[in-house]
């Protein structure tokens, strides 16, 4: 199971009616909020964007660590295990953190081949 669907469940609730968009990516499943990531779930995980200047409180709350896929923390992205998402008013609490930096938040670039394609 590459995504706990329980906890996918639980995201989609607290997320806003709108603007919401599910992609299957990084192994898992991302919630997009006006075409920007905003949370999403690698196995039981919650991976969560936030603002980089919340990364240090962050951690050390309950079940928060530091994401990692390159050797490298990725600062303004952390995952929470099942330990800090455990009950609604947990998750509610990470849920509300990335909605509120989602304003904020810039959108993703496009590789380079993207923008070929599209002058082309």
């Known amino acids: 199971m590459p ?3 329980k906890l996918a469940t639980r995201v989609r ?3 806003p ?6 992609k299957k990516m990084m192994g898992g499943l991302t919630f997009m909020l006006k075409g920007k990531m905003c949370v999403g779930i690698l196995k039981d995980e919650l991976m969560v964007r936030l603002d980089p200047d919340l990364y240090d409180v962050a951690l050390a709350k309950k079940g ?10 990725m600062k303004g992205f ?8 455990g009950t609604k008013k947990d998750l509610e609490y990470w849920i509300g953190i990335a909605v509120a930096f989602n304003k904020n938040a810039r959108a ?4 380079g081949k993207a923008r070929a394609r599209t002058i082309r």
């Open 3 to 5: 995504y706990d669907e």
């Open 13 to 15: 609730s607290l997320l």
């Open 108 to 111: 993703s670039r496009k590789s």
């Open 78 to 85: 952390v995952f929470v295990n099942p330990d800090g998402t």
């Open 17 to 22: 009616a709108k603007d919401v968009e599910e």
């Open 64 to 73: 928060c660590h530091e994401m990692n896929f390159t050797g490298r923390p």
